[in-house]
């Protein structure tokens, strides 16, 4: 039974978008979400636990734990290795729309997230 479960699981991971699956990985997207509403010029360090942890959790899509990465690396801006990442979620044609303005709005944050950001993220991720 346990080789027909790991079965499925690779087919549903293959045949789903991966930032797709984050409506269903419990609420992470809106954590991360969150954590960028929140942050002042960084992540505080107990939300850089939080973002480490989604990181480097292997059963969440690889695109979610790359934004969790870029945020966790925040220092003022997005350096450039968390912006590409940030650019190949926005401009994936798999991925869902709340995922790409997150994404855009984590590229794009200098300091803190500009009001219009707060209240993008409010209205996607209440």
């Known amino acids: ?49 939080k973002l480490m942890a989604i ?12 934004m969790a990465t870029a945020v966790a690396t925040i220092n003022h801006s997005t350096n450039a290795e968390g912006k590409e990442a940030l650019a190949r979620i926005a401009a994936s044609d798999q991925a869902p729309d709340r995922a790409k303005a997150l994404a855009g709005i984590i590229s794009d944050l200098n300091h803190v997230p500009s009001d219009e950001a707060k209240s993008t993220l409010a209205e996607l991720f209440p």
């Open 1 to 49: 039974m346990k080789i027909i479960n790991k079965f499925l699981l690779i087919v549903v991971i293959g045949l789903f978008p991966q930032l797709s699956l984050a409506q269903g990985a419990g609420g992470v997207l809106k954590e991360i979400a969150d954590i960028v509403a929140s942050i002042n010029h960084f992540p505080s360090d107990a939300d850089k636990t």
């Open 55 to 66: 990181s480097d959790n292997g059963n969440l899509p690889q695109g979610l734990r790359d």
